[in-house]
C-alpha cells in the first residue's frame, strides 16, 4: 500500500474508525474479528483513496444530496477568453466544489485563491505531470517569494479529471475554511482566483516560482447568499439611460454629467431590476455610473446639460437631481429586487428628468475616447408590497479626512449617527436587502457595524479582500431591521505602502472614499448619513502639529496643503488614526431634497460600542487540537515501525 501523503485522508480514517467503535453497539457486536475487519476495510478505502489523489482520468461516483441548488454547478465565471470555472456550495457542509473546463488537452492546471491577486503567499490547488506522463492532484502554496511549497496537509479533494484531445476538465472539492494556516478561507467577500495552464511536464512544482506561469487573475464572490432571485416579470418594460457619444477627457478623473428623460409614467410603477450598458472597447474607462432623479415638478424643465459635473457652467437647477436610482460600479451583475419591493418611479407628480453621472478613469490619459454607457431599468405597471430606497453611509465627500504614506492599515470610519437615525427612520425601522460596498484604490478591506444602545449586533456586510475593481451590490443573506437610534459605522481600511504622499479624501481616484450603499425597503426621506472629522477639531489639530512636530501648517492653507505639510511618520500617523476614532463629527443628515434634517450637525459624538459582538467559537481551535492528535498517532505509530 502507498505511503499516505494526505492528511485530510488520515483524518478521515481515524475519526471514521473512532465514531465506528464507539456507537452503540448489541451485545457481542463489537469483536476484536470484526474491529480488525473494519480497520482492513478502511484501509482498502485509505489506499484507493491515495490512488485516486495521485492518479489521473478519475470519474467521481460522489453524490451531492445537500448540495444548495438543483444544478451541481450554479455558479460560473470566464477565467480567460475560452476557459471556464463553475462551482457549486454546499452551506450545510461547509464545502464548496470547482469544476474547471480547459478547451485544449493540456499537462497542468493551476487555480490559485490570493488575498489580493498577487502571486505570493498564494493558496494553489495543482494538477501537474510528472516525467513519465503521470497525473498528480496536490494542495501547494507559495511563499512571500511567489515559490511553491507542497502543503502537508493535503485540503483539496480531487472528484475528477478527464483529458482528452480538445479539453482537460479538473473538479475538486475543499472546506470553506480547512484550518491549515496556508490555505485561504473563503468567505462571502471578494475571492482573487489566479489560473494558469502548463504544457510542459514536469519532475515536482516543489520549488518553482509560480509567477513565472503568468497566472491570470478574476475576481468572483464564491459564496453567493441562498436567495431566490426572481425572473423579470412578463409585463415588465425597459429603458436605458446613455451616455450621448461623450468625448472622454485625455484627464485621469472625468465625472460627466447628462440630462436625460425616462418615459413619462403618469402611473406609478416599480424598477424590478437595472443593469449597465458599457460601450464595447471602453470597459476600463467607466469606474462608476449613478442615475439620479431630478426631484422637481413634472411641468418642470430640467435645463440641457452634457459637460463636466464640476463645471462652473452647470445649471443651479441640476441640484435637485439627488434621488439615486440606479448604481453600478466595475464589476457589478445585474441588480435584481427582492420580489417584495421595487423602486417607485412615475405618478402623476413625477418628473421624468433625470442625471446620469459617469466616473471615467482614464490613467493613460487615452485621447479620442467616445463613450455612450449607462444603465438600462426593467419596470414594471404591477406594484409590489413596498417601495425601496438607497441611502448613502460612510465618508462625506470632502478633503477633511487623509491617510498617511506608507501605512499598511490604515482606518478611515464614516459615521450614520444615531441622533440622525432618530430623525430619519420610522418607529417600524427599515429593512436593508443589498449593500454596495465602494472605496477608491488604496481600499483593501470594508464593513458596516450596527450599533443599537450600545450593543454591537452582526455587520450589515464585510468584504476582507475588497478591491476597487470589483464592486457588486450584493444580496444580504437575510433583510437586517434597523430601528431609530441604531448607528451605522462603516470602516474603510487602506493600505498606502506604495505611497509617498498622503491620500485625501475626496472625487479624484487618486483621492479615498469610503462609502457603503445600502438597499433598503419601505423607502424613508433619508437619503444621506455621513460624517467626516469635525471642521473645528481639525482646525485645531493643525495647530498642535505646527506646534509639536514643527509642520507647516496653517489657517491660510487649504486641507490638502496642511494634510501635505505634515511629516508622516509612525508617531504622527497613529495619532491621526487616534484623532479619527475618537473626536466629535461633521454629520450629514440629508433629506433626498439635499436639506438636512434639523438639528445641529458639528461637534457630533460618535456612537460608542460598549457591548462587542462575538461570532460563534472558530471551529478551528477543535480541529487543531485534532490534528495534533492525528499527528501525535502518527509519530507514535513510526516510532513502533521503527523500533520493529
Request: charged fraction near 25%; aromatic fraction near 10%.
Given at each position: 500500500?502507498?505511503?499516505?501523503?494526505?492528511?485530510?485522508?488520515?483524518?478521515?480514517?481515524?475519526?471514521?474508525?473512532?465514531?465506528?467503535?464507539?456507537?452503540?453497539?448489541?451485545?457481542?457486536?463489537?469483536?476484536?474479528?470484526?474491529?480488525?475487519?473494519?480497520?482492513?476495510?478502511?484501509?482498502?478505502?485509505?489506499?484507493?483513496?491515495?490512488?485516486?489523489t495521485?492518479?489521473?482520468n478519475?470519474?467521481?461516483?460522489?453524490?451531492?444530496?445537500?448540495?444548495?441548488?438543483?444544478?451541481?454547478?450554479?455558479?460560473?465565471?470566464?477565467?480567460d477568453?475560452?476557459?471556464?470555472?463553475?462551482?457549486?456550495?454546499?452551506?450545510?457542509?461547509?464545502?464548496?466544489r470547482f469544476?474547471?473546463?480547459v478547451?485544449?488537452?493540456?499537462s497542468?492546471?493551476?487555480?490559485?485563491?490570493?488575498d489580493?491577486?498577487?502571486?505570493?503567499?498564494?493558496?494553489?490547488?495543482?494538477l501537474?505531470?510528472?516525467?513519465?506522463g503521470?497525473?498528480?492532484?496536490?494542495?501547494?502554496w507559495?511563499?512571500?517569494?511567489?515559490?511553491?511549497h507542497?502543503?502537508?496537509?493535503?485540503?483539496?479533494?480531487?472528484?475528477?479529471?478527464?483529458?482528452?484531445?480538445?479539453?482537460?476538465?479538473?473538479?475538486f472539492?475543499?472546506?470553506?475554511?480547512?484550518?491549515?494556516?496556508?490555505?485561504?478561507?473563503?468567505?462571502?467577500?471578494?475571492?482573487?482566483?489566479?489560473f494558469?495552464?502548463?504544457?510542459?511536464n514536469?519532475?515536482s512544482p516543489?520549488?518553482?516560482?509560480?509567477?513565472?506561469?503568468?497566472?491570470?487573475?478574476?475576481?468572483?464572490?464564491?459564496?453567493?447568499?441562498?436567495v431566490?432571485?426572481?425572473?423579470?416579470?412578463?409585463?415588465?418594460?425597459?429603458?436605458?439611460?446613455?451616455?450621448?457619444?461623450v468625448?472622454?477627457?485625455?484627464?485621469e478623473?472625468?465625472?460627466?454629467c447628462?440630462?436625460?428623460t425616462?418615459?413619462?409614467l403618469?402611473?406609478k410603477?416599480?424598477?424590478?431590476q437595472f443593469?449597465?450598458?458599457?460601450?464595447?472597447?471602453?470597459?476600463?474607462?467607466?469606474?462608476h455610473?449613478?442615475?439620479?432623479h431630478?426631484?422637481?415638478?413634472?411641468?418642470?424643465?430640467?435645463?440641457?446639460?452634457?459637460a463636466?459635473?464640476h463645471?462652473?457652467?452647470k445649471?443651479?437647477?441640476?441640484?435637485?437631481?439627488?434621488?439615486v436610482?440606479?448604481?453600478?460600479a466595475?464589476?457589478?451583475?445585474?441588480?435584481?429586487?427582492?420580489?417584495?419591493?421595487?423602486?417607485?418611479?412615475?405618478?402623476?407628480?413625477?418628473?421624468?428628468?433625470?442625471l446620469?453621472?459617469v466616473?471615467?478613469?482614464?490613467?493613460?490619459?487615452?485621447?479620442?475616447?467616445?463613450?455612450?454607457?449607462?444603465?438600462?431599468f426593467?419596470?414594471?405597471?404591477?406594484?409590489?408590497?413596498?417601495?425601496?430606497?438607497v441611502?448613502?453611509?460612510?465618508?462625506?465627500?470632502?478633503?477633511?479626512?487623509?491617510v498617511?504614506?506608507?501605512?499598511?492599515?490604515f482606518?478611515?470610519?464614516g459615521h450614520?449617527?444615531?441622533?440622525?437615525?432618530?430623525?430619519?427612520?420610522?418607529?417600524?425601522?427599515?429593512?436593508?436587502?443589498?449593500?454596495?460596498?465602494?472605496?477608491?484604490?488604496?481600499?483593501?478591506?470594508v464593513?458596516?457595524k450596527?450599533?443599537r444602545?450600545?450593543?454591537?449586533?452582526?455587520?450589515?456586510?464585510r468584504d476582507?479582500?475588497?478591491?476597487?475593481?470589483?464592486?457588486?451590490?450584493?444580496?444580504?443573506p437575510?433583510p437586517?431591521l434597523v430601528?431609530?437610534?441604531?448607528?451605522?459605522?462603516?470602516?474603510?481600511?487602506?493600505?498606502?505602502?506604495?505611497?509617498?504622499?498622503v491620500?485625501?479624501?475626496?472625487?479624484?481616484?487618486?483621492?479615498?472614499?469610503?462609502?457603503n450603499?445600502?438597499?433598503?425597503?419601505?423607502?424613508v426621506?433619508?437619503e444621506?448619513?455621513?460624517?467626516?472629522?469635525?471642521?473645528?477639531?481639525?482646525?485645531?489639530?493643525?495647530?498642535?502639529?505646527?506646534?509639536?512636530?514643527?509642520?507647516?501648517?496653517?489657517p491660510?492653507?487649504?486641507?490638502?496643503?496642511?494634510?501635505?505639510?505634515?511629516?508622516?511618520?509612525?508617531?504622527?500617523?497613529?495619532?491621526?488614526?487616534s484623532?479619527?476614532d475618537n473626536?466629535?463629527?461633521?454629520?450629514?443628515c440629508?433629506?433626498?431634497s439635499?436639506?438636512?434634517?434639523?438639528?445641529?450637525?458639528?461637534?457630533?459624538?460618535?456612537?460608542?460600542?460598549?457591548?462587542?459582538?462575538?461570532?460563534?467559537?472558530?471551529?478551528?481551535?477543535?480541529?487543531?487540537?485534532m490534528?495534533?492528535?492525528?499527528?501525535t498517532?502518527?509519530?507514535?505509530?513510526?516510532?513502533?515501525?521503527?523500533?520493529?
Open positions: 500500500m502507498p505511503v499516505a501523503s494526505n492528511s485530510a485522508i488520515q483524518i478521515y480514517f481515524l475519526l471514521t474508525l473512532a465514531i465506528l467503535l464507539t456507537l452503540p453497539q448489541p451485545r457481542g457486536m463489537v469483536s476484536g474479528a470484526s474491529v480488525k475487519s473494519i480497520i482492513k476495510t478502511l484501509a482498502r478505502a485509505k489506499e484507493r483513496l491515495d490512488v485516486i495521485e492518479g489521473p478519475y470519474q467521481s461516483t460522489y453524490t451531492d444530496d445537500l448540495m444548495d441548488k438543483k444544478e451541481e454547478f450554479p455558479f460560473m465565471v470566464n477565467l477568453a475560452e476557459s471556464v470555472l463553475k462551482w457549486g456550495i454546499n452551506s450545510h457542509e461547509k464545502t464548496i469544476q474547471v473546463t478547451p485544449k488537452l493540456v497542468g492546471i493551476g487555480v490559485g485563491f490570493s489580493y491577486g498577487e502571486t505570493s503567499n498564494t493558496d494553489w490547488a495543482l501537474w505531470s510528472d516525467l513519465k503521470k497525473s498528480h492532484f496536490q494542495d501547494y507559495s511563499d512571500n517569494k511567489s515559490i511553491l507542497r502543503d502537508k496537509g493535503q485540503d483539496y479533494r480531487l472528484i475528477g479529471l478527464t483529458k482528452e484531445e480538445k479539453q482537460t476538465q479538473l473538479t472539492e475543499r472546506a470553506y475554511d480547512t484550518c491549515d494556516r496556508h490555505d485561504y478561507v473563503i468567505d462571502n467577500g471578494t475571492t482573487h482566483i489566479l494558469y495552464t502548463a504544457d510542459n514536469i519532475a516543489d520549488g518553482v516560482n509560480v509567477s513565472s506561469a503568468a497566472p491570470i487573475l478574476q475576481r468572483v464572490q464564491l459564496l453567493k447568499p441562498g431566490e432571485l426572481p425572473s423579470l416579470p412578463d409585463d415588465a418594460h425597459t429603458f436605458e439611460i446613455l451616455a450621448p457619444n468625448t472622454v477627457p485625455a484627464e478623473t472625468t465625472y460627466w447628462y440630462v436625460a425616462m418615459p413619462r403618469t402611473a410603477h416599480h424598477i424590478v443593469e449597465a450598458v458599457i460601450k464595447p472597447g471602453n470597459e476600463h474607462l467607466v469606474h455610473m449613478e442615475v439620479f431630478c426631484e422637481v415638478p413634472p411641468n418642470k424643465i430640467v435645463p440641457s446639460y452634457n463636466l459635473c463645471a462652473e457652467t445649471p443651479e437647477q441640476l441640484k435637485s437631481c439627488t434621488r436610482i440606479g448604481a453600478w466595475k464589476g457589478a451583475q445585474p441588480f435584481v429586487y427582492p420580489l417584495e419591493a421595487g423602486y417607485s418611479v412615475g405618478g402623476p407628480s413625477y418628473s421624468n428628468f433625470v446620469l453621472e466616473h471615467y478613469n482614464n490613467p493613460d490619459r487615452l485621447k479620442g475616447k467616445v463613450d455612450s454607457s449607462g444603465i438600462r426593467h419596470y414594471t405597471p404591477k406594484l409590489r408590497s413596498y417601495d425601496a430606497g441611502m448613502e453611509l460612510g465618508l462625506i465627500y470632502s478633503n477633511a479626512m487623509a498617511p504614506p506608507g501605512r499598511e492599515i482606518k478611515l470610519s450614520c449617527v444615531s441622533h440622525c437615525t432618530e430623525k430619519g427612520l420610522p418607529k417600524p425601522g427599515i429593512k436593508i436587502f443589498a449593500s454596495q460596498l465602494h472605496t477608491h484604490l488604496t481600499g483593501r478591506r464593513y458596516t450596527h450599533v444602545e450600545g450593543t454591537e449586533l452582526p455587520e450589515l456586510n476582507n479582500h475588497y478591491s476597487p475593481h470589483f464592486q457588486e451590490i450584493r444580496l444580504l437575510e437586517r430601528y431609530p437610534g441604531d448607528g451605522l459605522i462603516t470602516i474603510c481600511e487602506d493600505n498606502t505602502m506604495k505611497r509617498e504622499n491620500t485625501m479624501s475626496g472625487f479624484s481616484i487618486a483621492d479615498e472614499m469610503c462609502v450603499y445600502v438597499h433598503y425597503y419601505p423607502k426621506d433619508l444621506v448619513c455621513k460624517s467626516s472629522i469635525d471642521p473645528g477639531v481639525l482646525s485645531r489639530y493643525f495647530t498642535y502639529m505646527k506646534k509639536f512636530f514643527q509642520a507647516d501648517t496653517s491660510q492653507k487649504s486641507l490638502r496643503e496642511n494634510y501635505s505639510s505634515i511629516p508622516w511618520t509612525n508617531e504622527t500617523s497613529t495619532q491621526l488614526q484623532l479619527y473626536f466629535p463629527l461633521e454629520v450629514e440629508r433629506r433626498s439635499g436639506e438636512l434634517f434639523p438639528g445641529t450637525w458639528t461637534e457630533v459624538s460618535q456612537d460608542r460600542i460598549t457591548k462587542p459582538f462575538h461570532a460563534d467559537d472558530d471551529p478551528c481551535s477543535e480541529v487543531s487540537l490534528q495534533d492528535a492525528v499527528m498517532i502518527e509519530k507514535s505509530e513510526l516510532d513502533e515501525r521503527t523500533i520493529s
